[in-house]
């Protein structure tokens, strides 16, 4: 593949790889489509897709995906155009999802929280030209955020709303109109497969936290993504399996596990909306749910739920947890709850947007205490290095890096970074800090990068510490995680104040919003500081501050 038909922006595996992974069948060369059309040539009458509104088989799926595809084109959507996807967790996010990937769309997927910075991050990143929103996603009403990205970024070609009846915004496509206004006898058997991109074109960017401001895009190709599903659910999904998402389907947890395992593997998938306990247990007892993962705060909020034994919740054979790991406690009772339902728990695992992934080997064996388990892929290579990047030897404790079939080349637009994160013999550097045992078993035992991990979603200290600086009240701002028995970290601000200024927990949360902050780039806590601690290289000590958060908050006893 040539750089010219490659998404500008992104950079595409080279030619030695593509060839090596493919020979090995790490890489199955097909896409998104591809995937969809042979599950639907076994299980055309079989259920795809149940949520609260709606269920889809998979003929059904298909049908829907290619009406949408081809209304896409008719409103000029076309490949390799990067469109922000912020749908809800509905039936017709995957309907979307999967018409972008007939024709070569590459959808930046974006959760519900997100609001006007990110999202004009997102297209100030992308240079996007479309963007998928709900006008309502329940108690939330999307239209001041509409009318605000439409004021404000002009690249905002297309609007295609999930209207569900109400009112379009001026200029706006309905989604279920699109879909609806396609008469596929009208067009020529196979008519899509014109419009079908090559495997190893980029299928969807993914969006991660960054150390150096603004989140940034990690572009993943279909071979390369559907290779991650692919291996994440072996061994624990198949075509009887009935799976669960009730984690934001805009996230990557949910792609690399539920969303995209049922479709690869032929199953059901059921979209919960609602993430808290109460709702995801009427959801496992209505459906016989037998495969979940959820992030430490749901399992919490689950064994810790006042009604538990209400619920039948023995259908479930495989349940997982990512993203954080889960307190001493917590892993206690959920271990002991599902010792008694017959469950595999697992939550040695371990993932990030840009591609390293494990999981407990599939032959069984035990995983070693504190371990994360084995690489994914069997093609996936890990090494620890040094600060100068040298190779350790196994056991030594360094900074993860990994390459391989699973493994993303790069972040989007990003050259300096991308020069920064990776060896020259291209491992990435994941910024975690770790050992691989002699057998191969994978430890995290730090840090290496400023990120704080909110359960599971990483965010970036340093866009809120940008936001925070340009309040009129604020001379300088350092962000840290704090510790959180729920979610591992919550976000810490300290603050020094101009001199003769004040400012108020409520007037700081209250000044983020109207500059457009989501929820996910609001701190949690604040405090006022006189001057900050430094390192012996003049920088802010940030090992300083949370040491100073973690001692006050167990001398008040809420860790």
């Excluded at 992104?10 to 593509?18: G, L």
């Excluded at 969303?259 to 995801?280: N, Q």
């Excluded at 040298?390 to 079939?405: D, F, H, R, T, Y």
């Excluded at 991308?418 to 975690?432: L, Q, S």
Aim: proline letters at 6%; one cysteine or more; a negative charge.
């Amino acid at each position: 593949m040539t750089k010219g038909q490659y998404l500008t922006g992104a950079n595409p595996y080279d030619e030695q790889s593509i060839a090596e992974f493919t020979e090995k069948k790490w890489w199955l060369n097909m896409t998104y489509g591809d995937v969809l059309d042979r599950t639907v040539e076994r299980y055309p009458d079989k259920p795809a897709l149940i949520d609260e509104r709606m269920s889809l088989s998979y003929r059904q799926l298909k049908d829907n995906v290619d009406r949408l595809a081809i209304g896409l084109l008719e409103i000029g959507l076309k490949k390799n155009d990067i469109v922000v996807l912020q749908l809800p967790n509905r039936c017709e996010f995957y309907v979307t999802y999967y018409a972008l990937h007939r024709i070569g769309v590459v959808p930046l997927l974006a959760v519900a929280r997100s609001g006007y910075q990110e999202i004009r991050g997102f297209f100030d990143m992308t240079e996007a030209v479309g963007w998928f929103v709900g006008l309502r996603d329940r108690d939330k009403d999307f239209m001041p955020l509409i009318s605000q990205v439409r004021s404000e970024i002009p690249g905002c070609e297309h609007l295609i709303v999930l209207d569900d009846g109400l009112p379009l915004p001026e200029g706006a496509h309905s989604l279920h109109s699109l879909i609806a206004g396609v008469d596929l006898a009208k067009y020529a058997k196979g008519y899509l497969d014109g419009f079908r991109p090559d495997p190893n074109d980029v299928a969807v960017i993914l969006t991660t936290g960054g150390t150096t401001g603004a989140a940034k895009g990690a572009p993943r190709t279909h071979n390369s993504y559907l290779a991650a599903v692919r291996y994440s659910c072996e061994g624990d999904v198949t075509p009887e399996s009935v799976l669960g998402v009730v984690t934001p389907v805009g996230h990557s947890m949910a792609h690399q596990g539920a969303g995209g395992g049922a479709i690869t593997y032929g199953a059901t998938l059921v979209i919960g909306s609602v993430p808290r306990a109460r709702e995801i247990l009427e959801l496992i007892q209505k459906w016989r749910l037998t495969w979940l993962v959820l992030v430490p705060t749901q399992l919490e909020d689950i064994a810790n739920f006042p009604e538990l034994e209400k619920y039948d919740i023995t259908s479930l054979k495989y349940v997982g947890s990512t993203g954080a790991a889960l307190s001493p406690s917590t892993a206690d009772k959920v271990n002991r709850l599902f010792e008694r339902t017959g469950t595999k728990f697992d939550s040695a695992r371990y993932g990030s947007s840009e591609g390293p992934l494990t999981r407990p080997p599939l032959s069984g064996a035990p995983i070693p205490q504190g371990s994360v388990g084995v690489p994914v892929c069997p093609g996936d290579r890990w090494k620890v290095i040094d600060a100068s990047g040298a190779e350790m030897a196994p056991g030594s404790e360094g900074e993860l890096s990994v390459k391989g079939p699973c493994v993303f080349t790069g972040y989007f637009r990003s050259e300096e970074d991308n020069r920064r994160i990776f060896t020259p013999d291209g491992y990435y550097k994941t910024g975690d800090l770790g050992r691989v045992d002699p057998e191969g078993f994978i430890y995290i035992t730090g840090r290496a990068k400023d990120v704080i991990q909110r359960g599971a979603e990483s965010i970036s200290p340093k866009q809120i510490e940008e936001q925070l600086e340009q309040l009129p009240s604020i001379a300088q701002a350092a962000v840290v995680g704090m510790p959180d028995r729920r979610l591992g970290e919550r976000i810490c601000a300290y603050v020094k104040l101009k001199p003769g200024t004040k400012l108020e927990f409520t007037e700081m949360i209250g000044a983020l919003r109207d500059r457009g902050a989501g929820v996910l780039l609001l701190p949690e806590r604040l405090e006022l500081i006189d001057e900050f601690p430094l390192t012996k290289l003049g920088k802010v000590d940030k090992k300083a501050l949370v040491k100073d958060i973690t001692e006050k908050i167990e001398k008040e006893g809420v860790l």
